[in-house]
């Protein structure tokens, strides 16, 4: 076990050392002509107008938020399946249908205040 | 009058009575009425029974100085009509190709057999031979590890470069084109690779707008994560680099960090286009990913580990003496984890039809319209890393991995199957960009959080029931 880690340790070195090197070796292969104009935030040919840096939409946190509860929740389910086979099925089990009905009501509940309404 | 003659009284111009005159062999040429040389050229070329158009006698052509692959035999031109594929010499060709390169590959199989031999092998002759030298042990299992790790990483290199050539032909012989044919010299195989150097030699824009920080790293969070994930993937038998534990949760961690690479990018361009794509492609992606862990617990439920080499070994052997007892297999559960699983991922991947966040038709390219070069690159290979990594997952899951789907068909090395089921799954999401539209943005939220997750919910009960068989 201690030599998949050791594996998992110098395939992040060259995960990163990948994507690094290669913007790297573009960097010394690439032309360089700068140009004002290039440099103009691409807007289908017109000048773009105001900033990016702009109130949006509130559905998008809306929908973060759901996410965060969510995986949270897949999080707890993960280490039931791992070791219910191990433990009473019938107790096991009927907890998790219990913590899932929980779960669902939440989903139900998001649906009819109108959280997953997009637009 | 014919097609023909019209063509020729338009480009005459005004002059409409020397272009009528103009001989059509073989066709009775029909009587004008005097009238109608009064009229403007157009007028008076329409008649009121079209007879049959003659035979056209196109000009030979003359494309590439008569050098091109493609074009060389002129007499081909336009295309001859052949009684049926059969009887066309480079249907012919094609197929007896298609047979040779899948006969070499059973063949290549059935020689090497199971890989994981040779690699223990090499393994006890690396060990024994560090030893003897007296490097720390220490340092002779990093050597391995770093081993394993450029192999594994060559794959996951190659893969996207054969996928993004695979999927050009696919799409062109869906719509009739021949794709890319002339680099390489063998149907355009080495079109990718020269797409690749071009990207490299191009030059790097990045706008005023832009943060020049976050533009430079998004390309790199999006892409490190994509060959991170594949080190606890299961390859074939004993052929896994890191075969940890929590090999599903790492994978679905590691992969689920793109998406803050996808929203770097969006919100470090400066450009409204970015911004709204990377807001819509992390709310899809993080969306899309709770089915896609959920429908994986049933699975992991009924073999009780995260290790895919686990989860692999659980699915061989055969009910019956035939069936194969993989979790497709399972009646109800199955199916439904391995379409919401396919659905997801699919999602997951930004590819249509849930390719919201890069809409060339609303938003130019999405989070990367400000990206050109190697860094718009990254991107790219993010993205058919991810196909692949996606095929793999779906295949250990749900396919068997590397079990041969009948006991008689064992003669072939578990690597073999995988990759065959992996290359199948990955042929279907080449598949479903060339054949489904575009999901609209409200209907794409709406699938996921009130179909899906509802059934990906359930589907967890239905998986709990075959804990009581």
Known sequence: MFEAYLTLMVFGVVSVGFAVASLIGAWLLRPRVPDPIKATTYECGVEAVGSTEIKTNFRFYVVALLFVIFDVEALFVIPWAVSAKTMDIGFVVGEMMVFLAVLFAGLMYAWKKGALVWD | MSETNRENVKNSGEDSQGSAQAPVPGVAKPSIPAAAHAKPAAAAARPAAKPAAPAEVLPEPRLNNGRGRLLGSARLWPTEVWP??????????????????????????????????????????????????????????????????????????????????????????????????????????????ADGIKLMLKEDVSPRAADAWIHLLAPIVAAAPAVLAFAPVYFGSGLTAADIDIGVLYIFAVSGMTVIGIVMAGWGSGNKFSLLGGLRAGAQLVSYELPRTFSVIPVILLVGSLNLTAINDFQSGYWLGFIPRWFIFYPVMGQIAFVIFLIASVAETNRIPFDIPEAESELVAGFHTEYSGMKFSLFFFAEYAYVFLSSALVATFFLGGGNAPLPFLRIWPSWLWFFAKTGLIAFCFLWFRWTFPRFRVDRLMDFNWKFLLPWSFANIAFGAVYLFL
Do not use: C
């Open chain 2, 84 to 193: 049926n594929p059969w009887a066309r010499p480079s249907f012919v060709r094609g197929a007896y190709w298609l047979a040779g390169i899948v006969a070499g590959v059973l063949l290549l199989g059935w020689s090497v057999g199971e890989i994981s031999v040779w690699a223990n092998l090499a393994y006890d002759w690396a060990m024994n031979l560090l030893r003897l030298r007296q490097v720390p042990e220490l340092w002779a299992q990093g050597a391995w590890s770093a081993v394993k790790v450029v192999v594994v990483f060559h794959l996951v290199a190659l893969a996207p470069l054969f996928l993004v050539w695979w999927e050009r032909k696919i799409s062109a012989h869906m719509q009739s084109r021949l794709g890319p044919m002339y680099v390489g010299g063998f149907h355009g195989w080495a079109q990718t690779i």
